[in-house]
């Protein structure tokens, strides 16, 4: 009797264990984490370390693809293209391009990353508005991504002139502007 109650304790704590969201905020703190970002336009997409707002709705990483996908096309316009890649080093991802150069990133149905670059040839132009909070945007000159909190260049990086902002988000410089910034899984390959 004393073996199946030291058992059924045991697999109790490993039940309890496995329960773990990991890094997925709680309801509580994804509110927090919205209000502390602050009010954003309705036809506005703002890009975050932690995700995307797109007018009055927040996405964190691990948001559903299909909700993130539906509130990016009503603000930037109907999706450009979609594709995968397998063999990204994190595991296959799946890559959605809007309008305004954004492509947010998914791995099984949610969301993972983003990247922003300058529009492809062809592309139609954003109904909306893409940027990140504060003065870095894409297409700006390097001394305002230079001069910018949490700027720090990426020593040795093999893709270019790469810099980070702060913990969670990155981008790259090239011809003395900043031609991309990004958040989250990625699939470069180093």
């Known amino acids: 009797m004393t073996n199946r109650l030291a058992l059924l304790t045991l697999a109790a704590a490993f039940v309890l264990a496995g329960c773990d969201s990991g890094d997925v905020p709680s309801p509580s703190e994804r509110q927090q984490g919205a209000v502390a970002g602050g009010e954003v336009a309705a036809n506005v997409v703002e890009l975050r370390g932690e995700g995307l707002t797109a007018g009055s709705e927040a996405f964190y990483f691990a948001a559903g693809q299909k909700e993130v996908e539906t509130a990016l096309a009503r603000k ?9 890649n ?9 890559f ?3 309008p305004g150069g954004l492509t947010a990133h998914f791995q099984e149905g ?5 990247n922003w670059h300058l529009a492809q040839d ?12 504060g003065d870095v945007q894409v297409g700006s000159p390097r ?10 260049p990426v020593a040795g990086s093999t893709l270019g002139e790469e810099f ?3 913990a969670n988000i990155g981008g790259f410089i090239a011809a003395d502007k900043v031609e991309m910034l990004y958040a989250g899984t990625q699939c470069f390959f180093r």
């Open 76 to 84: 930037l316009g109907t999706q450009l293209r979609s594709g995968s």
């Open 86 to 94: 397998n063999e990204c080093g994190a595991g296959p991802v799946t």
């Open 96 to 98: 959605t391009d809007f």
């Open 110 to 114: 949610r969301l993972v990353g983003w």
């Open 122 to 133: 062809g592309d139609t132009p954003a109904s909306g508005t893409v940027k990140l909070a």
């Open 143 to 152: 001394d305002v991504a230079e001069a910018a909190a949490g700027y720090a």
């Open 164 to 166: 980070a902002l702060g």
